[in-house]
């Protein structure tokens, strides 16, 4: 069992930055893609970056290509998101995921989720 903690949602301005951390309680974290998903309200959920368990790969939904780096740091078992020139478009509820595979996490499935965190982007 992986339990995953989010943190660094909050309210932010438009064209603001957030970084988002979310720290795995196992230390067989390396093991591990990991992936941030979002849902706004009424839409459904999708993925915004994922990571594979070395690293190496790198997935972007195309609404952040540009504005959004995913990286992880396995010595803390934490995968981060920084996303910078936010737009009112990227309120949500993010969740972090991790499975076995990136290519899970692309098709939308993931073994594990943190309960997300929220992002309020005003204009």
């Known amino acids: 069992q992986v339990q995953l903690v989010e943190s660094g949602g909050g309210l932010v301005q438009a064209g603001g930055s957030l970084r988002l951390s979310c720290t795995a309680s196992?230390?067989?974290?390396?093991?591990?893609?990991m992936g941030w998903f979002r849902q706004a309200p009424g839409k459904e959920r999708e993925l915004v970056a994922a990571i594979s368990s070395s690293g190496y790969s790198t997935y972007y939904a195309d609404s952040v290509k540009g504005r959004c780096t995913i990286s992880r740091d396995d010595a803390k078992n934490t995968v981060y998101v920084q996303m910078n020139s936010l737009k009112t478009e990227d309120t949500a509820v993010y969740y972090c995921?991790?499975?076995?595979?990136?290519?899970?996490?692309?098709?939308?499935?993931?073994?594990?989720w943190g309960q997300g965190t929220q992002v309020t982007v005003s204009s």
């Open positions: 995921a991790a499975d076995a595979g990136i290519y899970a996490l692309r098709t939308g499935q993931a073994g594990y």
């Open positions: 196992r230390r067989t974290f390396g093991r591990y893609a």
